[in-house]
């Protein structure tokens, strides 16, 4: 008992021995400080780069065709449906005589930032698509130009305050805003971690790949030399043996 407990602890010894230091064990030690400098740049960068759009409110409305052509939005008001005014199936036009030209949906939209902690928010433009009579295809919100019909109707009926108060409050000017502070500080933290492994892991392996290759190269130039050849180019040395150099490539040869 006593023995094993003694060879344990010698065993404890022997490996944390102070090691002769190469080149490895330097790299080794720079591994933790240099992560640590590069941990600030890289979080930041994941900020600018890594965004995930999150919706919010999402509303929906129909397009009229006024008498004189020209396109009107009305959106559905769920909090005042007595406002609501859909497309009854009367000709195409409602109890209005409004001739129904179309629907669209909007949603308020903003992105989290960062990763895996989320560092900041970004506030998005209201996203949402477009379906007019006589398109083919749904129309992307954000991709209509602000003289486009669609978009000129939506924009008049907030403007003018007939839109449900979600849009009518929603921020929708592009900017960011960084609420959190200490996630800042817990995204770096994971990054530093992430990073030491990731390079303590490489370093690992070009270790393992460096001492195999020298280890071969080794072998090889032993075995070489074992059969009267030149350890460095393979050249057949038999009968040279007293000239200090190899005569094909000029490295020391014994
Ligand atoms: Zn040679």
Redesign the pocket.
């Known amino acids: 008992m006593l023995r094993a407990i003694r060879q344990k602890l010698d065993a404890v010894n022997y490996y944390s021995a102070e090691r002769e230091r190469t080149g490895w064990t330097r790299l080794r030690e720079a591994a933790l400080p240099v992560t640590l400098l590069i941990t600030l740049p890289v979080v930041g960068l994941i900020n600018l780069t890594v965004r995930q759009p999150v919706d919010g409110h999402e509303v929906t409305g129909t397009f009229y065709r006024s008498d004189h052509g020209s396109l009107i939005a009305s959106f559905y008001d769920l909090e005042n449906p007595s406002a609501a005014t859909g497309a009854t199936a009367n000709f195409g036009r409602d109890h209005e005589g409004r001739r129904y030209a179309g629907s669209f949906t909007l949603r308020t939209q903003h992105a989290d930032r960062g990763w895996p902690l989320v560092t900041s928010v970004q506030q998005l433009p209201l996203a949402g698509s477009v379906d007019l009579i006589g398109s083919s295809s749904r129309l992307n919100f954000r991709a209509l130009t602000a003289d486009h019909p669609a978009r000129e109707a939506i924009d008049t009926a907030i403007e003018d305050a007939r839109a449900p108060a979600v849009i009518l409050t929603a921020d929708r000017s592009v900017h960011e805003t960084s609420p959190y502070p200490l996630r800042w500080v817990g995204s770096a933290m994971i990054w530093w971690a992430l990073l030491y492994l990731g390079l303590s892991v490489a370093l690992m392996a070009a270790e393992l790949i460096t001492t195999r290759i020298q280890r071969r190269i080794a072998f090889r130039a032993r075995r070489l030399r074992k059969q009267g050849r ?1 350890p ?2 393979g ?1 057949d040395l038999r009968g040279l043996e007293f000239s200090e150099r ?1 005569p ?2 000029g ?1 020391l040869s014994w």
Request: proline share 0%.
């Open positions: 030149c460095s180019c050249y190899c094909e490539c490295d």
